[in-house]
């Protein structure tokens, strides 16, 4: 085995190498500290300057003011933010606006509904989800609309979210997070696990907007009410150490990078040169997202049979690319080309695909 492959799992997924090798020190010995990141105490002055500059980074990345907004760093993943996003704002008698455009999407609402009413505001069932719906039945004065920016298991992008007025807006951002430049502060409060684009699995990132969390539920048991949470600066109870040190060295790379407009940059040239490819190439490897919708992380395709699919997904593996399997529920191919993924790996891809499409 080399010592690096190109890894294109959805998730957990590719990171950028230089933070696995930082890490790793991190992991032995924390800043000279004679300790591991993991045996000091979350109570530690160096462990809350290491945890106070990671959501300071996080907000600088998303230009957004910490009087407005509060970063917490929460454990259960992005699917405990299914139910705590209702738990905290379907009040009685109101209703949630839900954007059904994928299989994540519809976990969201089935939790919304042990709270109170959800209403379906758009829906791409009915082609297998491979669109993004651009236009939305609002509810008036609807609690909340919950959308989701990017579709993991069918590689669709949300590109313009609804217009809610003042209708808080909530995302699910798990697989596409911090790999766009978008306007923040359009949305009241947004949800990310780490693992498929910011970190490793074990924290949700939550970026929400201070003032609606004053009009949350009161009824809310402790730790699921994100009031807890925000009046400790995320550090009520003990919170995932190591996942959140590997967040802070992921948002220092996305600095260096140049910010979210040098990683969008970078991120719309891969997608481009694998999508432009497949294009040209479409008697044999068909993108099954509308193109209009396509993901730029997640590229899922077919190939004229599934026993060739099978086929590709091995010998892609022996070369050293790793992760190629569409998801369960939809079989085929499917890359992850995350903000970690570097050009090389989708120019290798391509190649793969060139060769094996030459011999079969
Ligand atoms: C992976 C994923 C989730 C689930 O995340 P967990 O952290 O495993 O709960 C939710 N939403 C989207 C869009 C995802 O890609």
């Given at each position: 085995m080399p010592e690096r492959v190109f890894n294109f799992y959805a998730g957990p997924a590719t990171l950028p190498y230089d933070v696995i090798k930082e890490a790793a020190k991190g992991a032995v010995n924390f800043r000279n500290s004679g300790m591991s990141v993991m045996e000091i105490s979350h109570r530690s002055p160096l462990f809350d300057e290491m945890f106070k500059q990671a959501q300071k980074d996080m907000l600088e990345v998303m230009n957004l003011s910490q009087d407005d907004y509060a970063v917490l760093f929460l454990g259960g993943g992005a699917s405990t933010q299914f139910y705590t996003v209702p738990f905290n704002f379907l009040k009685e008698g109101m209703t949630a606006d839900y954007v059904i455009t994928g299989g994540w999407a519809k976990k969201a609402l089935k939790e919304a509904k042990y709270f109170g009413n959800a209403n379906i505001a758009a829906s791409s069932e009915d082609r297998n989800f491979c669109y993004v719906p651009k236009t939305f039945q609002l509810t008036p004065g609807a609690a909340y609309v919950h959308t989701t920016s990017n579709n993991t298991l069918v590689g669709t992008q949300m590109k313009n979210f609804p217009e809610t007025g003042d209708v808080p807006l909530v995302c699910d951002m798990s697989s596409d997070f911090l790999s766009r430049k978008l306007d923040f502060d359009r949305f009241s409060l947004i949800y990310a696990g780490a693992q498929k684009n910011i970190g490793?699995?074990?924290?949700?990132?939550?970026?929400?907007?201070?003032?609606?969390?004053?009009?949350?539920?009161?009824?809310?048991?402790?730790?699921?009410?994100?009031?807890?949470?925000?009046?400790?600066?995320?550090?009520?109870?003990?919170?995932?150490?190591?996942?959140?040190?590997?967040?802070?060295?992921?948002?220092?790379?996305?600095?260096?990078?140049?910010?979210?407009?040098?990683?969008?940059?970078?991120?719309?040239?891969?997608?481009?040169?694998?999508?432009?490819?497949?294009?040209?190439?479409?008697?044999?490897?068909?993108?099954?997202?509308?193109?209009?919708?396509?993901s730029l992380m997640n590229v899922t395709f077919r190939l004229p049979s599934e026993d060739l699919e099978k086929k590709f997904v091995a010998e892609s593996a022996a070369k050293n690319l790793i992760g190629l399997k569409g998801h369960r529920s939809v079989g085929g191919c499917r890359a992850s080309i995350y903000n970690a993924m570097p050009y090389e790996g989708v120019e290798a891809l391509v190649d793969f695909m060139k060769e094996f499409k030459r011999n079969n």
């Open positions: 490793p699995s074990g924290v949700t990132a939550v970026v929400i907007r201070r003032s609606w969390v004053e009009s949350a539920r009161e009824d809310v048991p402790t730790m699921p009410a994100y009031k807890t949470h925000v009046d400790k600066d995320s550090l009520f109870n003990t919170p995932p150490s190591f996942p959140v040190y590997v967040v802070g060295l992921v948002l220092k790379w996305i600095i260096e990078q140049g910010g979210l407009e040098a990683v969008e940059a970078a991120n719309d040239k891969k997608a481009a040169l694998l999508y432009d490819y497949m294009d040209d190439n479409s008697d044999f490897y068909s993108g099954t997202a509308d193109k209009d919708s396509r």
